[in-house]
């Protein structure tokens, strides 16, 4: 019987100044989390909206247009799990963050990682759409 070596983070949504103190803070959360043996890192639902602090707080403080100016800054976090994924052979099920379809609806996306530099993404349940 094999074991996976889980880590779930507790994680802090915090007020993010720029992009780099997000890829700072990540990365000392999955280092942390590879120094313990973890092969599968858990980040918490919506954890992605601490992106939204970079728009400013005047789109930060609004719900609707937080989660249109998300939907900018997603591939460079997506770019960076991967690229942690990678470095630390690992895979990272992302802090999940709402999506905009093809229809123009948002939807609560769970994004996965995996070491092999592949990467996919999981709609969540309907009744999560905005």
Known sequence: M???RL???QYPID???SFAQYEAKLTRWVEGAAREG???LVFPEYGAMELTALAGPAIAGDLHESIAALQ???PEADALHAKLARQHGLFILGASA???GADGRYINTARFFAPSGQSAAQEKADHDAL
Do not use: G, M, N, W
Request: proline share 6%.
């Open 2 to 4: 094999s074991t996976l």
């Open 15 to 17: 007020e993010i100044k």
């Open 72 to 74: 900018s800054v997603l």
């Open 38 to 40: 973890a092969q599968l």
């Open 7 to 9: 880590a779930a983070a």
């Open 98 to 100: 709402p999506v905009r």
